[in-house]
């Protein structure tokens, strides 16, 4: 069998390469978006997960994002960039890639001997809800991981990865489970062979055939941004009344899938994964200041699943993020039934009507290389 080797931090820091390896050029990654089945929800400095958490990675809701580079005539301390977002330039996107450039430094030291130019979409639209900084932060990531392979062409493929997803992690907790597919676990966990704090790794045992090409059916319920960022969330789970409980909660939840997905009981899956989900929202409305990001129309969808699973036998459920949205996941085999339900009884409840069909994918691809 194959050894898995857990990396630590400093396996992280690029020794100094020659930079005239790469004077000038670009990547282009697609990176896709992730669901969380159970839940990161509280952390400590510096982006280190309270507790494990596991992803479906995304397939249709994706980032696709160009790294054009070319070398400093002259050393600055200051990083020099541009950021575009859909063909406008966005100067209001600076200081998050600005923090995010001073976290990775340390690891990726030739970063302030280039100018770069950042260009980047969405499959999604960006007022959706959908959080976009798991696909965005992880593609800037790879990006920056492509370039260091460029200086230093003997990486490995699993040292690119992970090295991938623990930059990406300091971008955005969730984007380090946006680099491969199809199940990523973030999070040291005794259970898991191979898990770190630092990076997500693919979910390590056979995955039963019920989760091949499982659904994600995002329902739009409230296009608007969140009255309250995923960051101030994690905050309020410092001193948080249930903070020790809910991470105990998600680590036993972890244990338990990490059985159901090698036996496919979809029927504990659905009991772990709507659990976390309002487990997750129960955190925000406990916390303090305490908050609700759930719209009626959210409650109205939860019941008509409910309604429909008890009636049909069918194995839907939901999940949720931070946000109104709902996740209608469900099996490839039930995938004509569920569609007719969500088109018939759920679309009513979304923004204008707008939703998007996803499904478990396979993680980022490199477009170009130039
Ligand atoms: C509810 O990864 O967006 O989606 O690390 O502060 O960037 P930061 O937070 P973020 O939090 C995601 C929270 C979640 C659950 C999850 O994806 O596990």
């Known amino acids: 069998m194959q050894k898995i080797f857990v990396l630590t931090e400093s396996d992280f820091i690029s020794p100094s390469f020659d930079l005239l390896n790469a004077s000038t050029g670009s990547f282009t990654w697609k990176t896709p978006s992730n669901i969380a089945l159970v839940k990161y929800w509280g952390k ?35 990083f020099d960039f541009e ?105 040291n966990h005794p259970a898991i062979e191979g898990s770190s704090n630092l990076y997500g790794v693919k979910f390590p045992a056979k995955v039963h055939e019920n989760f091949k090409n499982y659904h994600d059916t995002i329902l739009l319920v409230d296009e608007g941004e969140k009255q309250v960022s995923s960051t101030v969330g994690h905050q309020l789970m410092y001193n948080h009344p249930f903070a020790k409980q809910r991470f105990q909660q998600a680590n036993d939840h972890i244990e338990k899938i990490n059985e159901v997905l090698k036996n496919g009981d979809l029927k504990q899956f659905i009991s772990i994964v709507e659990s976390e989900a309002l487990s997750l929202h129960a955190m925000m409305m406990t916390s303090n200041p305490y908050f609700i990001l759930m719209k009626p129309n959210t409650l109205k969808i939860i019941n008509k699943i409910w309604e429909f699973r008890a009636s049909t036998k069918s194995n839907i459920c939901f999940t949720l993020d931070a946000g109104a949205n709902v996740h209608v996941l469900f099996p490839e085999k039930e995938k004509e039934i569920v569609n007719n339900f969500i088109i018939k009884e759920l679309i009513q409840f979304c923004q204008e009507n707008h939703y998007i069909c996803d499904r478990i994918g396979i993680g980022a691809k490199l477009i170009s290389n130039m």
């Open 44 to 78: 400590q400095e510096p982006q280190i997960p309270e507790n494990t958490s596991i992803s479906f990675t995304l397939d249709a809701c994706f980032t696709l994002t160009t790294l054009e580079f070319s070398k400093k005539e002259n050393t600055s301390s200051n």
């Open 83 to 187: 950021i575009y977002f859909e063909g406008e330039k966005k100067d209001d996107f600076k200081p998050k890639i600005q923090k995010f450039f001073e976290r990775i430094e340390q690891y990726v030291p030739f970063l302030n001997e280039y100018k770069f130019v950042i260009k980047s979409r969405n499959s999604f639209p960006h007022s959706s809800g959908i959080a976009s900084s798991a696909s965005g932060m992880s593609a800037l990531a790879l990006c920056v991981m492509s370039l260091e392979k460029e200086l230093n062409p003997t990486i490995s493929e699993e040292y690119f990865n992970k090295k991938a997803s623990f930059l990406a992690r300091l971008g955005s907790g969730s984007a380090c489970r946006s680099i491969e597919g199809e199940l990523i676990v973030w999070g």
